[in-house]
């Protein structure tokens, strides 16, 4: 596979575990933030996001959590899957002047069977 | 089929040659981007359209050079500029305006190596 993220933080679990990835942002005047999935050799895709007045948002197997006073955003994702092995991305928007997307550096989540 | 497409998928580039990357989309999107990626470390913007005729420089535009003369496409010119071209780069595009959501959905991406 192509070699995004040698050197990631990695997460591994047991399929049917839950996984919890974890993100700290940096910008406090950020309005919304976002998760993305980005398998080997693909394209990010688009998993859920969050408006900064909001603590919790629920999709399809996955909650994301956002805790504003420690800057810290989590995905939790439920029975996980070997299809759910991949690089997750958070990334924050900052609307200084026009909207901007910070991604952080990614965490490998491993799923082993 | 609605998205986002990059071309090519793998490029090869020789010491002192300018190089192309293709990025067109056909979801009426006004603004589109442009990433590099390297192995260890988030995206980061070369950069950014928010509307056609029209784009700005982002973080790490050294090298690079873009034009939006139409709506649907972005491309990407790596110059010889660029000294460190090998990466992966990916395309991005959102609806754009500061009232919408920023969501930005990629393209496939296109991996650039030095020959």
């Known amino acids: 596979g192509e070699s995004v993220g040698l050197h990631l933080p990695t997460l591994s679990v047991q399929e049917g575990d839950n996984s919890i990835i974890n993100c700290a942002y940096s910008?406090?005047?950020?309005?919304?933030f976002i998760w993305y999935k980005q398998e080997s050799g693909k394209g990010p895709q688009f998993i859920i996001d969050?408006?900064?007045?909001?603590d919790k948002r629920q999709g399809q197997r996955v909650t994301v959590l956002l805790n504003k006073t420690v800057k810290h955003l989590s995905l939790q994702i439920a029975a996980t899957q070997p299809g759910d092995s991949a690089v997750y991305f958070c990334a924050e928007n900052f609307s200084g002047g026009y909207n901007k997307l910070i991604f952080g550096a990614g965490t490998r989540l491993a799923v082993h069977p | 089929d609605g998205g986002i497409t990059q071309s090519p998928k793998y490029l090869f580039r020789k010491e002192g040659q300018n190089v192309t990357l293709s990025c067109e989309q056909n979801l009426n999107h006004d603004a589109m981007y442009w990433y590099r990626q390297d192995p260890g470390q988030g995206l980061r913007l070369i950069y950014y359209s928010q509307i056609v005729n029209d784009f700005q420089k982002g973080d790490i535009a050294e090298g690079y050079s873009v034009s939006r003369e139409k709506k649907e496409s972005f491309p990407l010119t790596v110059t010889s500029a660029q000294k460190n071209p090998t990466a992966f780069y990916l395309c991005?595009?959102?609806?754009?305006?500061?009232?919408?959501?920023?969501?930005?959905?990629f393209g496939a991406g296109t991996r650039l190596s030095v020959l």
């Open positions: 969050i408006r900064s007045n909001m």
């Open positions: 910008n406090s005047a950020s309005d919304y």
């Open positions: 991005a595009s959102s609806i754009g305006g500061l009232l919408a959501k920023n969501i930005q959905y």
